[in-house]
């Protein structure tokens, strides 16, 4: 079965700085989709960036963007300039290519310190 | 506007009763999904369901029941054989056959027990 792992429970940065929350994932697939979910204290899920494994290239979604190894099953999130609406909980979440269910790590809580 | 409405938003559930959870969708989507989500352990699923009239047990479905009679509603019956109820609950969909494609989620559902 496949397993996310989040290693780092809570992070802090400073505002304006640049943070990385770390992601690992153990599967057998070589064809699946690795996302990352941003959960505000509102506790709406919200997509931050995803990527396909087949693609080597780095997702970027503006401040956003991804180390994705493969080789290594890493997949971490960089957030550039942060901001205090960043302040939330991180979920790398893997879905294997026509699977169903979404495989969630146990989230890491970001904080922004002004 | 397009989206998941789970109701109420706050739930809460007396020793021995059975509790409904709405999840109600207008995206078209045939895949729905529950999810239960405790402190430091991320998402679990708990069922799915890819079609009318069609569900899957997820990770945690014991003590759960649920029903997809129509497209757009997929209901969560927590019943008086789960023990430790008490969580947070989300409901999600996405297009059965776009692998890519995002989980989409409600607002969610807190539960708690009397």
């Known amino acids: 079965a496949q397993t996310v792992t989040q290693s780092q429970p809570e992070m802090s940065v400073q505002e304006a700085e640049t943070v990385t929350l770390s992601c690992t994932y153990d599967?057998?697939?070589?064809?699946?989709?690795l996302f990352w979910y941003k959960q505000p204290p509102s506790r709406q899920m919200i997509l931050v960036i995803r990527?396909?494994?087949?693609?080597?290239q780095n997702a970027t979604e503006n401040r956003f963007s991804v180390n994705f190894q493969k080789a290594a099953k890493s997949f971490s999130l960089k957030i550039s300039d942060s901001q205090l609406g960043d302040a939330a909980m991180y979920f790398c979440?893997?879905?294997?290519?026509?699977?169903?269910?979404?495989?969630f790590g146990p989230g890491t809580r970001l904080s922004v310190l002004p | 506007d397009g989206g998941i409405t789970q109701s109420p938003k706050y739930l809460f559930r007396k020793e021995g009763q059975n509790v409904t959870l709405s999840c109600e969708q207008n995206?078209?989507?045939?895949?729905m999904y529950w999810y239960r989500q405790d402190p430091g352990q991320g998402l679990r699923l708990i069922y799915y369901?890819?079609?009318?009239?069609?569900?899957q047990k997820g990770d945690i479905a014991e003590g759960y029941s649920v029903s997809r009679e129509k497209k757009e509603s997929f209901p969560l019956t927590v019943t008086s054989a789960q023990k430790n109820p008490t969580a947070f609950y989300l409901c999600?969909?996405?297009?059965?056959?776009?692998?890519?494609?995002?989980?989409?989620f409600g607002s969610g559902t807190q539960l708690s027990v009397l």
């Open positions: 999600a969909s996405s297009p059965r056959t776009a692998t890519f494609e995002k989980l989409f």
């Open positions: 599967t057998s697939e070589s064809d699946y989709y």
């Open positions: 990527q396909e494994a087949y693609k080597q």
């Open positions: 979440a893997y879905r294997r290519n026509y699977g169903q269910n979404f495989v």
């Open positions: 995206l078209n989507h045939d895949a």
């Open positions: 369901s890819q079609i009318v009239n069609d569900f």
